[in-house]
């Protein structure tokens, strides 16, 4: 099945500085690529997602960049805010099943 | 509109007793998933169940059963706990193929002694 590695676990960042977190996938045949955020104690909530027909999508703030070659895809967030602090999680969805596999979470805190 | 809804929120169990966690969602979609949250572990996949009458395995099916009961409800049973299933869990269901956005429950947070 589908293995995703997701980097760095933790984030810390000056508000108003930009974060990154990478994911990797092993699965050549994953076609969708969401993220998710969980803010404390609460349950995930989708953000940002790509299909693998795209290279780049952008939602204000957030974008999500994919490159199918290499198997890797990326969140950015420009201009973080407090809010912003939360656990992201990355996920692949092969189209051969229907199963969604996420990565291990990294926990992003912005500082004010 | 209640979207997926999942009880209980919190159990605790001794070692060998057993339970069933009950999900149901109210937007007709087809696909529905159990996950459980570890630390450090992200979300990982127990079940699911791509459509009414079909389920699968996913990475962790190890001590869970599941049953699709109807299109509206998908409940996971541990027919005989462990301290290892210590964990929250999570319900999740989307419309199914090219509209995957999964929606959550609330999750249930479960400790077996």
């Known amino acids: 099945g589908e293995n995703v590695e997701q980097h760095p676990s933790t984030l810390s960042v000056q508000e108003g500085d930009s974060a990154v977190i990478k994911c990797t996938y092993s699965d050549s045949a994953s076609n969708y690529f969401p993220w998710y955020k969980q803010e404390l104690g609460k349950r995930p909530q989708l953000i940002i997602d790509i299909r693998s027909n795209v290279g780049e999508k952008k939602d204000q703030r957030i974008a999500v960049t994919l490159n199918k070659t290499a198997k890797h895809f990326s969140l950015h967030i420009t201009e973080t805010q407090p809010e912003d602090s939360a656990v992201y999680f990355c996920a692949a969805r092969s189209y051969n099943n229907n199963d969604m596999r996420f990565g291990a979470g990294t926990r992003l805190t912005v500082k004010p | 509109n209640a979207g997926v809804t999942q009880t209980p929120k919190f159990q605790v169990l001794k070692t060998g007793q057993s339970m069933t966690l009950q999900c149901a969602q109210d937007m007709n979609h087809n696909s529905m998933y159990w996950y459980r949250q570890d630390p450090g572990m992200g979300l990982r996949l127990i079940y699911y169940?791509?459509?009414?009458?079909?389920?699968d395995k996913g990475e962790v099916p190890n001590g869970y059963n599941v049953s699709r009961l109807n299109k509206r409800e998908f409940s996971l049973r541990l027919e005989s706990a462990a301290p290892s299933q210590t964990s929250v869990y999570f319900c999740a269901s989307s419309a199914g193929p090219f509209n995957e956005k999964l929606f959550f429950g609330s999750g249930t947070q479960l400790s077996v002694l």
């Open positions: 169940s791509a459509s009414e009458g079909t389920t």
